[in-house]
C-alpha cells in the first residue's frame, strides 16, 4: 500500500477557463491506482482552483482514495475558519506562500485550532518551482525547456510576486513544534534542494515532523547521493508525495522503490515510508513503540 501525501487536486493551468473537473478528478485517481497508491492526501481549494465547498464533492467520488486536506492562507484563515474547514470534512491542511514567515505569531491562531482537531499540516519548504529547471535543462539548447518558458510568459506567470523561500525554511517548523507539539507536521520536498540538513535537523529532534520525499528527479538523486535516506533522516520520519500530473506518478513510484534498494532499507522501513507514517500522521493507524 501506497500513501500519496502530496497530491494536487488536478487543474488546467493553461488554460484555467477550460476545466473539466469531473473528468479530471477521474484520471487523477485512475492514475493513482494504476500506480499502486490507495490512499492520497487531496489537497483542495484556496487561492486557487474550485471552492472548498466544490473540491469536497468531487474528492467524494473517490472516497475510499481521497483524504481532503484545505489549502490555506494563514494571513486569512484563522483558528475558526479552521474549525469550519474540519466541520466541512477537512482532515488535513496545506500551507505554501505566506506572506510572512510560517512561525509567525499572527498565524498561531490556526495551528492551535488544526492542533486541537488533529489536523496534520503539509508545509511546503523552499524555492517554489515549477516551469523551466535549470539544473538539468535550457530553453537555449532544450525545445521542450523553450516551449514551456513560452507558455509560462504567454501565461502571465513571471510577473513579478511576493512569495519568499526564507518564509518557508523548515526551522520555522522548529518553532511551531516548540508551541504546538502535538501538531503533525510534514515538511515537503525533504526540506527543499538547499535545506536538506536544516529540515533533517528538525525531524531529528521534534517528534510530530516530518518530510516528504517529493519534488522530482533532483530530489530523489539527492536521497541516495547525499545519504539523507536512512542516514541523515530515520524511515520514521518519511512520507511519499507524488505532486505531479497523471502521467509521472507511475515514475516516481518506481523511483522510490530504486531509491529502497540503493539505501538497502528492511521491508518494514519501506512500508512505513510508503504508507504507515502517513497512517499514523492522519490517524488510521495507532502509533507503536517498543516494548522493553
Given amino acids: 500500500m501506497i500513501w500519496d501525501v502530496h497530491c494536487h487536486f488536478p487543474r488546467n493551468w493553461e488554460n484555467p477557463d ?13 492514475a493513482l491506482r494504476a500506480a499502486g497508491v490507495t490512499r ?11 471552492s472548498y465547498e466544490e473540491s469536497l464533492t468531487y474528492a467524494a467520488r473517490h472516497a475510499d482514495l481521497f483524504i481532503p486536506s484545505a489549502v490555506i492562507d494563514p494571513e486569512e484563515v484563522n483558528g475558526r475558519e479552521v474549525k469550519r474547514l474540519h466541520e466541512l470534512g477537512y482532515r488535513g491542511l496545506k500551507i505554501i506562500g505566506t506572506r510572512r ?7 498561531f491562531g490556526a495551528y492551535q485550532m488544526a492542533e486541537e482537531l488533529d489536523m496534520p499540516i503539509l508545509f511546503h519548504l523552499g524555492v517554489i518551482g515549477g516551469g523551466v529547471d535549470y539544473s538539468i535543462t535550457h530553453p537555449r539548447r532544450d525545445p521542450a525547456a523553450a516551449q514551456a518558458y513560452e507558455r509560462m510568459r504567454a501565461m502571465g506567470r513571471l510577473h513579478g510576486r511576493d512569495v519568499s523561500a526564507m518564509r ?8 511551531i513544534a516548540n508551541n504546538f507539539p502535538a501538531l503533525r507536521m510534514i515538511g515537503a520536498h525533504m526540506g527543499g534542494t538547499g535545506n536538506y540538513d536544516e529540515a533533517a535537523s528538525v525531524a531529528r529532534w521534534r517528534h510530530n515532523v516530518y518530510l516528504d520525499m517529493s519534488g522530482g528527479l533532483t530530489i530523489e538523486r539527492h536521497a541516495v547521493e547525499r545519504r539523507m535516506i536512512g542516514f541523515e533522516i530515520g524511515p520514521e520520519k518519511l512520507t511519499w508525495g507524488s505532486d505531479c500530473r497523471d502521467d509521472e506518478i507511475a515514475e516516481h513510484v518506481t523511483n522510490l522503490e530504486r531509491i529502497f534498494e540503493d539505501t538497502n532499507l528492511d521491508e518494514s522501513a519501506r512500508e512505513r515510508i510508503r504508507y504507515v507514517n502517513a497512517a499514523e500522521i492522519f490517524g488510521e493507524a495507532e502509533p507503536t513503540f517498543a516494548a522493553e
Fill in 18 to 30: 477550460d476545466q473539466e473537473h469531473e473528468k479530471s478528478i477521474d484520471a487523477r485517481a485512475d
Fill in 40 to 50: 492520497a492526501s487531496l489537497l483542495c481549494g484556496g487561492r486557487f482552483g474550485l
Fill in 168 to 175: 518557508m525554511r523548515p526551522f520555522h517548523l522548529d518553532t
Fill in 101 to 107: 514567515a510560517y512561525d509567525d505569531y499572527k498565524y
